[in-house]
């Protein structure tokens, strides 16, 4: 079956402007969640949505960054005024109690803010 | 200081060598734990998890965990060129493979033929 896909694949924005990446998860995963990938700072989680329940949100670096799941299934994480420490690799991972909980990880969205 | 701490590298190996890879953490609810293996432009995926102390095989891989001592580990035998890629180990608080993860640095692994 299709894994997890993320949208857009490399996005380049300037400083100050709002953008917005989108995350499909594995049909039928219940938790969803986000990290980010720096060469400075490794792999960092920022937030995770587990059915309907509120999310952990104790990752986000401001709140400059929000994410949503709309429906329980795709979800969006909307970064505003960004800025040139936000350049990153954005990855989604979605997981089931059924698999074990093993995360699954999307590609990544590889944002560069000039 | 980070909680999961991990050898950055470079290591370079000749193929058929075993390879040793590292990491120390500092927080004991700690319980599950893993190793993802990341290729150039694509997300992480699972090689192995493990939630007890002692050593678990799958194939060429083994992983290790000394919670006494705070440090996992994970070795490679037979190394091959495919398996040069960035190595990723990641914990989970509490006693479930749930929540988020905290990741090490990443080590890079080189297997030169």
């Known amino acids: 079956g299709a894994g997890v896909s993320q949208s857009p694949s490399n996005k380049v924005t300037e400083k100050g402007k709002d953008v917005e990446l989108r995350c499909d998860p594995i049909?039928?995963?219940?938790?969803l969640y986000w990290y980010r990938q720096s060469l400075g700072q490794g792999l960092e989680f920022l937030i995770y949505?587990?059915?309907?329940?509120?999310?952990?949100k104790s990752g986000l670096p401001s709140d400059r960054f929000s994410a949503e799941r709309t429906g329980g299934s795709v979800s969006t994480l909307t970064i505003q005024r960004t800025q040139q420490e936000d350049s990153a690799v954005y990855l989604c991972?979605?997981?089931?109690?059924?698999?074990?909980?093993?995360?699954?990880f999307g590609p990544g969205t590889r944002l560069t803010v000039l | 200081q980070k909680e999961v701490e991990q050898d950055p590298g470079p290591l370079s190996v000749p193929e058929g060598a075993i390879v040793s890879l590292n990491c120390t953490y500092s927080?004991?609810?700690?319980?599950?734990f893993m190793w993802y293996r990341q290729y150039s432009r694509k997300g992480p995926e699972l090689l192995m998890y493990?939630?007890?102390?002692g050593n678990k095989e799958d194939g060429r891989f083994t992983a290790q965990v000394d919670k006494s001592s705070k440090y996992i580990s994970l070795f490679i035998r037979d190394s091959q060129p495919s398996d040069s890629a960035t190595y990723l180990c990641?914990?989970?608080?509490?006693?479930?493979?749930?929540?988020?993860?905290?990741f090490g640095q990443g080590t890079i692994l080189t297997v030169h033929p």
């Open positions: 991972a979605s997981s089931s109690e059924d698999t074990s909980n093993t995360q699954y």
């Open positions: 927080n004991s609810a700690f319980q599950y």
């Open positions: 493990t939630y007890s102390s």
């Open positions: 949505f587990q059915g309907n329940s509120a999310p952990d």
């Open positions: 049909s039928g995963h219940t938790a």
């Open positions: 990641a914990m989970v608080s509490g006693g479930t493979s749930y929540g988020k993860l905290t």
